[in-house]
């Protein structure tokens, strides 16, 4: 599918809000009737959006404030992420946003107690009900958060607080709690066949050109095996591929790869000729099986998995070639071997397709140089 409306705002803009949220429904439907109800029953409510860093809390909370909301209500709504911010920069901006929303003229003003009644005045005396994002929360602007909620049940305004589950535990679950909620949205990482469907979707309003359907798989497998499932993680990936494909680079494994580096650098410390050594001690079958796989990886570099069937054509000629004899389970047993050591992965598609972590030069190399000083010493 084209569109012509591509752009690479949706990867380096942190507050790009797609077409569609996918794979929340449920949860969006979820806010969308507790603040129904509050409208129409005339009441203020406050909610908590919670998930682990990366799994599209501002996303979610942004989707809700600036597409439902305007659709369905004709609410005031007011956006601030309270990050590395202190208490007067979150309050001078909430009084900015309240006054521009509300198109009241502002007196310029640095003092905190002056910034919050002038908040608080014009929050209160709009004829619509407002909704407050108060994004990032933490333990150093707790208060203001606990402010805003509490102001926000005196007007029948909304506050919705959005915090990492850290910061969540933290806060929520301290005797002394000033958090002052009346429910809560927990956000679940998403299945791998979710996470693919949220990259695709941003390649494709993001990217000059489609990228194959092999690389969108690998990184997601990569981050779901390696990452949590976090979304945010896949669009790191997008950003450092991005200017290559947009250069007209073709995206190959190796690209990948490196835009995925910082969740697989655990693996790049790994001594593979030593692991492949204590692995192969005499397993000459594993080695050659390594050996077929890493070779249809460096010839085919757009191909980042190898299907089952394929390597073991691809072995049996190996055997040939050398005159080796073998069993049919052995293969598969060299494979299990592989696997369970962590040098070769089965994607979370399809346990048919493999793929391995470093490069495929590297284990290769290291896989044949062990083969041959075995077939020395027979
Ligand atoms: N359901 C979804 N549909 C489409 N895009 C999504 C979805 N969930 C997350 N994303 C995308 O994933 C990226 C990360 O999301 P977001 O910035 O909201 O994460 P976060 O949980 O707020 O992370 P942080 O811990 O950095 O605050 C964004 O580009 C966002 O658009
Ligand atoms: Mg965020």
């Known amino acids: ?194 996470l693919y469907d949220i990259v695709r979707m941003r390649v494709e309003d993001t990217f000059p050109h489609q990228l194959t359907e092999e690389v969108i798989r690998y990184i997601t497998d990569l981050v779901v095996e390696f990452d949590a499932s976090k979304p945010k993680t896949t669009i790191e990936a997008l950003k450092l591929l991005w200017p290559l494909a947009s250069s007209g680079q073709e995206i190959d494994s190796d690209a990948v790869r490196n835009a995925t580096m910082s969740i697989t650098s655990f693996a790049h410390d790994n001594d593979y000729m030593d692991l492949i050594e204590t692995i192969s001690m005499n397993d000459y079958m594993t080695l050659l099986v390594l050996e077929a796989m890493c070779e249809h990886l460096m010839r085919y570099k757009t191909e980042t998995y190898i299907d089952r069937q394929t390597l073991n054509e691809l072995v049996q000629i190996k055997c040939e070639e050398l005159g080796v004899r073998y069993g049919s389970n052995d293969i598969e047993k060299s494979l299990q071997t592989l696997i369970f050591q962590s040098i070769v992965f089965e994607s979370g598609y399809s346990r048919n397709l493999l793929y391995v972590l470093a490069p495929p030069e590297i284990v290769y190399d290291a896989a044949i140089g062990l083969r041959r000083e075995l077939a020395r010493r027979k």
Not at 93 to 100: A, G, P, R, V, Y
Request: charged content about 25%.
């Open 1 to 194: 599918m084209v569109r012509p409306n591509r752009s690479p705002k949706g990867l380096f803009d942190p507050y790009y809000v797609p077409e569609r949220l996918l794979h929340r429904d449920r949860e969006l439907e979820t806010v969308n009737g507790i603040y129904r109800d509050s409208i129409e029953d005339d009441f203020g409510v406050n909610c908590l959006v919670h998930g682990i860093s990366g799994v599209g809390m501002t996303v979610f909370s942004r989707f809700f404030l600036t597409r439902l909301v305007p659709e369905q209500f004709n609410s005031h709504t007011v956006y601030v992420d309270a990050k590395h911010k202190d208490t007067l920069e979150i309050v001078s901006e909430l009084n900015d946003k309240i006054h521009n929303e509300t198109n009241r003229p502002i007196t310029v003003a640095f003092d905190l107690d002056v910034l919050w009644m002038q908040f608080k005045r014009t929050a209160s005396a709009t004829d619509r009900r407002t909704v407050f994002v108060l994004d990032n929360i933490d333990e150093t602007n707790e208060e203001v958060y606990s402010k805003v909620a509490r102001l926000s049940k005196e007007i029948n305004a909304s506050t919705i607080g959005v915090l990492n589950s850290h910061d969540y535990r933290l806060l929520t679950k301290l005797p002394a709690t000033h958090m002052a909620y009346d429910f809560e949205i927990p956000l679940d990482t998403y299945t791998q066949s979710q």
